[in-house]
């Protein structure tokens, strides 16, 4: 079926670092999804994005992430200053239009000493 | 705002045995879909079963849910338990608000299914 691949699958990073994450979606989904997943807790809604723009953000989504999709390649999610309370799996998520099933990655474990 | 339960963190059964996960949910949206994932472990997290008719049952690879509005439940069920049924297994809600679509997800049941 449809991928979504994410790379990497694990980064660590020194807390203060910038950090990327990169999503490549299912080629003819037109909305991406990031969630934080803690461990042992649940995955939570960081943001969506379609068209180009942020169509909606958690309380999670702090100033220091960023989202974007430069000209349809990966779909990114940027941390900058990473900090301790980083440290989780974020899962990206891809939907073709009018249809509500989302295609999820693998997961990038990322881990902020 | 809207919000999924799944009651149960760890669920251990004895292959052969019915398995039942609990799910329920609250959201003040008429208009829900009910779905269940399930993420094997190094695997990205799939689509097992999604349903957005009252009181009509769902089947996929021999699991099944029946959404029913009146008690916000999605259960997933499955009649005999397999080995290779051990994953995690997330219930989502997802309502349509203002044009936005952003799926909420429960904590996750994990089931062991061992012989």
């Known amino acids: 079926g449809p991928k979504v691949l994410q790379i990497p699958s694990h980064q660590i990073i020194d807390m203060g670092q910038m950090v990327t994450l990169n999503c490549d979606p299912v080629?003819?989904?037109?909305?991406f999804y990031w969630y934080k997943q803690i461990l042992g807790q649940q995955m939570e809604f960081l943001v969506n994005?379609?068209?180009?723009?942020?169509?909606?953000k958690s309380k999670l989504f702090k100033d220091q992430f960023s989202v974007e999709r430069p000209d349809g390649s990966y779909f990114t999610l940027k941390i900058q200053p990473t900090a301790l309370e980083d440290s989780a799996v974020y899962f990206c998520?891809?939907?073709?239009?009018?249809?509500?099933?989302?295609?999820f990655g693998a997961g990038t474990r990322l881990s902020v000493l | 705002g809207d919000s999924v339960t799944q009651t149960e963190g760890l669920v251990t059964l004895t292959e052969g045995l019915p398995v039942m996960l609990n799910c329920t949910y609250q959201?003040?949206?008429?208009?829900?879909?009910l779905f269940w994932y399930v993420h094997y472990l190094n695997e990205s997290p799939w689509l097992l079963l999604r349903?957005?008719?009252?009181?009509k049952r769902t089947e996929h690879q021999g699991f099944h849910a029946t959404l029913h509005k009146s008690s916000s439940s999605f259960h997933l069920q499955k009649s005999s338990a397999q080995l290779s049924d051990s994953a995690l297994y997330y219930c989502?809600?997802?309502?349509?608000?203002?044009?936005?679509?952003?799926?909420?997800f429960g904590k996750g049941t994990s089931l062991v299914v061992h012989p």
């Open positions: 998520a891809s939907r073709w239009d009018c249809q509500n099933t989302l295609y």
């Open positions: 080629s003819n989904h037109l909305y």
């Open positions: 994005f379609y068209n180009g723009k942020v169509m909606e």
């Open positions: 959201t003040i949206y008429s208009n829900a879909f």
């Open positions: 349903s957005s008719t009252d009181n």
């Open positions: 989502a809600l997802s309502v349509t608000s203002g044009g936005n679509y952003k799926p909420t």
